[in-house]
């Protein structure tokens, strides 16, 4: 079963605005990851929360965790066209962080 | 270039002939991974190797097998490819205390 579950499954949004996106997951976890992975090509790392970390910052992202509801959000400020892709929520199962799962990912489309 | 490479990138093959596609990474990581993304699916992790000789099964290893007798490259070996191994393919690496993953651009597998 999914381990991380993303919410929406698909967002479309004017350049500009702001897009969020939700993933909720099942067991404990050590960290959560957040991935962005354009059209068809190799994922590319966003940001990383720890279990112990509520709140994070990446220049325009921003990333909450909360464990006692074991769900995360990404949040885009001032979104762009080049940020139209498909983002994904990874979180570990193991005390190495190596056993990964993924959600089946956010599709965001940001319009111009 | 610190990179993941994969090969070959493409690959129409039929089904029961033996394949391998090679990852390589040049990053000196310890922890190589595979993944299968089918649509709707999100990423499923196939093996991991926490190093040299190590390796361990994700949540979707039958079908597979891996080998890491070095620490750069972590093949993927398909025995007898069926149909439902039609996948896009990512290896991943990542350094020793560390939780990023650096993946490579994919292999898109047609077996008919």
């Known amino acids: 079963s999914q381990q991380g579950e993303e919410d929406p499954q698909a967002l479309s949004i004017q350049e500009g605005e702001n897009a969020t996106m939700n993933c909720s997951y099942k067991?404990?976890?050590?960290?959560l990851q957040w991935y962005r992975q354009n059209s068809g090509r190799g994922l590319v790392h966003l940001i990383l929360?720890?279990?112990?970390?509520r709140e994070k910052h990446s220049g325009r992202l921003r990333v909450t965790l909360d464990t006692s509801k074991k769900s995360s959000s990404l949040l885009i400020t001032a979104s762009r066209a080049a940020d139209t892709a498909s983002y994904f929520c990874?979180?570990?199962?193991?005390?190495?962080?190596?056993?990964?799962?993924f959600g089946p990912g956010t599709r965001l489309s940001v319009l111009p | 270039e610190a990179q993941v490479t994969q090969n070959p990138r493409y690959l129409i093959t039929v089904t029961g002939k033996k394949l391998t596609v090679t990852c390589s990474q040049n990053?000196?990581?310890?922890?190589m991974s595979w993944y299968r993304q089918d649509p709707g699916l999100g990423l499923r992790q196939i093996y991991y190797?926490?190093?040299?000789?190590?390796?361990d099964k994700g949540d979707v290893p039958e079908g597979y097998k891996v080998s890491r007798k070095e620490k750069r490259n972590f093949p993927l070996i398909l025995e007898s490819p069926s149909p439902n191994q039609t996948s896009l393919y990512f290896c991943?690496?990542?350094?020793?205390?560390?939780?990023?993953?650096?993946f490579g651009p994919g292999t898109r597998l047609t077996v008919l």
């Open positions: 991943a690496s990542t350094g020793e205390g560390r939780n990023e993953q650096f």
């Open positions: 067991t404990s976890i050590n960290n």
């Open positions: 929360i720890r279990s112990n970390e």
């Open positions: 990874a979180t570990d199962r193991d005390n190495y962080g190596q056993n990964f799962v």
């Open positions: 990053m000196n990581h310890e922890y």
């Open positions: 190797s926490m190093n040299v000789e190590v390796t």
